[in-house]
């Protein structure tokens, strides 16, 4: 069994910073996919960035290209994202997620993720 623990959410302003992690408990592998994804009010859930196993090259969506980096140390198997330059629409309760496959092309399909974390609200006022 896999539990996630999400922290690191909060309120700022445009164009302000917050930074999320994501420590897993139980049977996890360094190979072992995880992910951040977010949803918005009436949205649907969208995967906003991952780390690619097992080469550790991270994938961000378009939307947060330059403005956050996701990071994971394999020594305490912590997952982190860095969000520099938030924006009202990166508001959102942003989930933390795991599969034990590697990470790949289809990292931001959120039906391939068996383990999700209970969600950290982020909101960004203009």
């Known amino acids: 069994q896999v539990q996630l623990a999400e922290s690191g959410g909060g309120s700022v302003q445009a164009g302000g910073s917050l930074t999320l992690s994501c420590t897993p408990s139980?049977?996890?592998?360094?190979?072992?996919?995880m992910a951040w994804f977010r949803q918005a009010p009436g949205k649907e859930r969208e995967g906003v960035a991952a780390i690619f196993t097992p080469n550790g090259l991270p994938r961000l969506a378009d939307s947060v290209k330059g403005r956050f980096t996701i990071s994971r140390d394999y020594a305490t198997t912590t997952l982190s994202l860095q969000m520099n330059n938030l924006k009202p629409e990166d508001t959102a309760i942003y989930y933390c997620?795991?599969?034990?496959?590697?990470?790949?092309?289809?990292?931001?399909?959120?039906?391939?993720?068996?383990?999700w974390g209970q969600g950290t609200q982020v909101t960004v006022s203009s």
């Open positions: 139980g049977d996890t592998l360094p190979t072992h996919c």
């Open positions: 997620a795991l599969h034990t496959s590697l990470c790949g092309s289809e990292w931001s399909a959120s039906n391939r993720y068996y383990y």
